[in-house]
């Protein structure tokens, strides 16, 4: 009796529908990286513009600018809350500085308002680190009466096309001089 060996093996086919799944998944997988940077690389503009939030509502309840006469009975006082005045400038001074890289600010830059106890010195916010975005704080109305905001704001350009993204905070004062904070941020092209 004659024995047939068969050879066993891949077939071409069997060989191109593995290199196809494989170049499939490798497509999936750089997309799926792509979206994990960006994502963290957002994450900067969405913490830095909540501590904002949070500074601007901690500076509103600091007493600021009251008497300091002794007040008679049944007399009262100016109001002593106030938020901070605008920024004179953003950080870093131009968009051309964050388009596609990270951008290292200096205390300075932070501290230019310092004098005249307005913007980011009011607010005393900082960044050390490296930053991906463009930062800005500004003032609407007299900063201590009814309907008075501010809008905290970063915008980006991670990809270097010269299309920036744009995160914002925002904060009013209500008819009984509470500073409500806005329950979301807006987010506008975020992984632009």
């Known amino acids: 009796m004659a024995r047939r060996h068969r050879r066993h093996g891949f077939t071409l086919i069997e060989l191109m529908m593995v290199v196809a799944i494989v170049g499939i998944l490798a497509v999936l997988a750089t997309y799926g990286v792509r979206k994990y940077i960006a994502n963290a690389k957002t994450a900067e503009a969405r913490n830095a513009l909540g501590i904002m939030s949070m500074d601007a509502a901690a500076a509103y309840e600091r007493e600021s600018g009251g008497t300091t006469t002794v007040l008679g009975l049944a007399k009262t006082a100016a109001a002593s809350k106030k938020l901070c005045a605008s920024a ?5 001074g131009s968009a051309g500085a964050i388009q596609g890289r990270k951008y290292q600010s200096t205390a300075k830059e932070w ?3 310092g004098p005249a106890s307005a913007g980011f010195a009011c607010l005393k916010f900082t960044m050390d680190a490296p ?3 463009m930062y800005s704080y500004a003032l609407t109305g007299s900063g201590n009466a009814t ?3 501010f809008t905290a704001a970063a915008q980006g350009d991670l990809d270097g096309n010269g299309v920036l993204s744009l995160f914002q905070m925002t904060g009013a004062i209500n008819g009984s001089y509470v500073l409500n904070l806005a329950p979301n941020m807006l987010e506008v092209r ?3």
């Not at 004179?88 to 870093?92: D, F």
């Open 88 to 92: 004179t400038t953003t950080v870093p």
């Open 131 to 133: 930053q991906y975005y």
């Open 111 to 113: 501290s230019v308002d």
């Open 190 to 192: 975020p992984d632009e």
């Open 147 to 149: 309907g008075a905001s």
